[in-house]
Nanobody
Framework: QVQVEESGGGLVQPGGSLRLSCTYSESIFSFYALNWWRQTPGNERELVARTTTGTTSDYGASVVGRFTISRDGNTVYLHMSSLKPEDTAVYYC???????????WGQGTQVTVSS
């Protein structure tokens, strides 16, 4: 059974930093891929960042240089800095195991960047 859960969202001022967590099942030692997405009502879902086994990663043009991914055990972190109001969104992680096709999604966590 694969379970994925995001946490760490909240309210932060422009220019501030926030760290999101994506925790997945302990049985998933080495996933095939894990992606971070974000979505605002009325907009398309935007790919923020993606990583493969935590060793390679890339980032969307709107966040490159400000967001980074790291991993500790069965948690993947999205480190966000120099936050802007336009970063406000619900952030989701999606995980693809090595053992099966398809993606498992978390419930999302709200990030609000505002003064």
């Amino acid at each position: 059974q694969v379970q994925v859960e995001e946490s760490g969202g909240g309210l932060v001022q422009p220019g501030g930093s926030l760290r999101l967590s994506c925790t997945y099942s302990e049985s998933i030692f080495s996933f095939y891929a894990l992606n971070w997405w974000r979505q605002t009502p009325g907009n398309e879902r935007e790919l923020v960042a993606r990583t493969t086994t935590g060793t390679t990663s890339d980032y969307g043009a709107s966040v490159v240089g400000r967001f980074t991914i790291s991993r500790d055990g069965n948690t993947v972190y999205l480190h966000m800095s120099s936050l802007k109001p336009e970063d406000t969104a619900v952030y989701y992680c999606a995980l693809r195991p090595r053992s099966e096709d398809g993606w498992y999604w978390g419930q999302g966590t709200q990030v609000t960047v505002s003064s």
